[in-house]
């Protein structure tokens, strides 16, 4: 059986680990942030402790095979991260961040610690400093605004029309709809060249009725 000093110091550092990757994802406003992360980096490293306890009392049971079915399972968890994402095939990335979370539950949950945090360093240096250095030939930025609006027939046209007037791209759109308060939280990924566009659409944005609030993201 494994050991309470053990089981507490796995179940630790699987939420430590999990966490930082989970906290990146949160600060992208991704559908899968620290909460979700954490959950997957723990449940992980709970089933890659039972199979291994399970096979020290029953040797000739397979020590992979109750951790096997993390990798299959954990990837409808990811494909829901990519659903979410509606206009655009997004979420590719925080779908492999969590398959990539689950891996480490697993590598803690075997002790294999060095790996663990190998693995979450490079996932960490992947989904953040690659990001962050991370360009195009044409040279434009990301910017991701919020928009919080009353809902109604025009509001995506007037919005996209603003946006193509000021030479500004829409990498992707998410729209959520809130039916009992009926507004709508407008989430645009965009991308531009020049700072005076991204902030002359923020202000046009700003002056059509039916937007009612806006924040725009680093």
């Known amino acids: 059986m494994v050991s309470e000093k ?7 550092m699987a939420l430590m680990l999990s966490g930082v990757i989970g906290s990146e994802r949160e600060r992208h406003d991704r559908p899968a942030g620290l909460r979700t992360h954490i959950l997957v980096g723990v449940g992980a490293t709970i089933i890659m402790m039972i199979s291994l306890s399970m096979h020290r009392i029953h040797v000739e049971n397979d020590a992979g095979r109750i951790a096997a079915q ?21 979420g590719l990335t925080t779908a ?9 539950g697993l590598a803690i949950g075997g002790n294999y610690y060095f790996l663990a ?17 991370e360009f195009s030939k044409d040279g434009k930025k990301d910017k991701l605004i919020k928009c919080k609006a009353k809902n109604s027939d025009n509001l995506l046209c007037n919005i996209n029309k ?14 959520e ?8 939280i407008v989430k645009l990924n965009l991308k531009y060249k020049d700072n005076k566009n991204i902030i002359n ?5 700003m002056q ?4 009612m609030e806006i924040n725009i993201g680093k």
Do not use: H
């Open 117 to 133: 945090l190998m693995t979450t360093l490079l996932v960490i240096i992947t989904l953040y400093l690659l990001n962050r250095f």
């Open 177 to 184: 709809r809130n039916f009992d308060s009926q507004q709508l």
């Open 96 to 104: 492999a961040s969590l398959w990539a979370t689950a891996a480490i």
């Open 70 to 90: 993390v990798v299959s399972g954990v990837g409808f968890l990811g494909a829901g991260t990519i659903i979410k994402e509606g206009f655009s095939v997004k």
């Open 208 to 211: 059509l009725d039916d937007i």
């Open 6 to 12: 053990n089981i507490v110091i796995n179940l630790i």
């Open 201 to 205: 659409t923020a202000d046009q944005l």
């Open 162 to 175: 603003i946006i193509q007037e000021n030479s500004v791209i829409i990498k992707d759109i998410d729209v």
